[in-house]
């Protein structure tokens, strides 16, 4: 509302003067003048309380005009110097206002605490990196050893006489499952037989009381057994690759535990012949000597064994690992004798009773796989084996009907599958499935699968269903492997390869 005391005086002078003096224009004009002054600079009552409110309000703040750096140091803040002008009546005033340093909970400046931190990180970061390196250098060394000890499966470590017999040594071997930790004892499965006619071996009780032990040999054979493992490699087999006479040569292989290397030659060992003071093998003089007797007790006998004579061969292994060869086998090819293709597996034979065909018992050690036809030696030594052998799911049948009859490379001497149901790749090996490519913790994982083979020579078998006797063979059974190999470093592509 308009404050009217004004007005109201104005008016109340004009009726007065109304009544003392005649009313002129003059004097009517002067007061509409008045009145009209009067109301140009009239405000209502709230009006000015607003306005007053505004005024108070505004007098408690400032408006900011200059933001500049302090200059003051500080090893944890930050501080800003404002300068600010009053709202209210335009005083001026500066403040100093800090921003903390920042946390792991929340922003803020960067201290000097921070930059030290990142300046001690920089001059460690080519020593990280080095050390970065070398870390995965030997992650991927120790890697590489402790898969090729676990695809051993497990280690031999120690190999004594076993239980006493009259007619061969038995031995005692101890294996460590690198899988599992178990000890395992293997106690008379492993043995040397007696002497023959034929061939070389144990003296037995019968043929001689005073030589009923080999304990000489086999603490030698422990000793060197010791001096291997000593070098830092452990035995993972043996093979006979010398017959004379008067001795049998064994040719020890095992893993280098240091580089990881597999089937290197670690030491020759050979067992000499029986005398009176040591036992040993029964040489040709002595089976010789003991047939002499029984002539002189018995008399002469049409039956009376005959020395079969024994050949020996070699096997090469040419660079890129994709072909075997075979050395020295001239002689006993032009004499008729053929190879034979054996496995280190376990086997079991279908045999045979009473007219009904059965499952026999189950044999481990050296298996013929296939006949006398099944490998063909090529006219530059090369071992070929007939693609009719083994099963090789991944070439089509119009593909395998354009290859040659029998092959070189390694895959033919495979049966390399897939396992659709698991996504695995696998091999059969004998009664074994040995997986290549396996799921482990949700991961395909490639193994390095080594598979022992073997090649020796005998008379053709013409009845391809009687099982081969391993008596008949005319050499050694010299032993080979076929194994996986990563054909690049980051992946699970692989070939397979012949090694030793």
Known sequence: MIDTNQLSALISAFRVETEKESISPETVGKLLQDITDLLENASTDAERQILD??????????????????????????????????????TSLSSSVPIAGATDMKAGAMTATHVRAITTLQSLVSQLQTAVAALQTSATQHGEQLFSIQTAGYVVTSIVQGDPHSSRVNLRVIKHDVRTGEQLVYDGTSNISAATAEKAGVMTAQQCNSLNVAKTDITALQAALRKVQGAGAVVDGASVFHIASDRVGIRLFGYNLATGEGQIELQDIYLAGATQNGAGVMTTQQVKQLDALRQAVFGTSTSSSKIKPFHHFGIEIKKGKDALFLRGVSELLASGYVPYLFRYSSKRNRIIISGIKEHGPIKKGWNVL??????????????????????????DTEEMEELADYQCLPQFFISDRYDQAKDERF?????????????????????????????AFATYKVDKRQLLDKSKLVTPIVPFHIATDRIDRNSNDYRWIFER
């Open 370 to 395: 296939g006949n006398g036809d099944t490998i063909q030696i090529r006219g530059d030594g090369a071992v070929c084996i007939s693609k009719k052998v083994l099963k090789h799911p991944e070439i």
């Open 427 to 455: 091999v059969t090996y004998g009664k074994a499935r040995v997986d290549v490519i396996r799921t482990v913790d949700g991961v395909k994982t490639l193994r390095k699968v080594r598979l022992l083979y073997g090649i």
């Open 53 to 90: 409110d505004w005024k108070n309000l505004l007098s408690q703040y400032y408006f900011i005009y200059d933001v500049a750096d302090a200059n003051m140091p500080d090893q944890q803040n930050i501080f800003l110097r404002l300068r600010a002008r009053s709202l209210g009546d335009g």
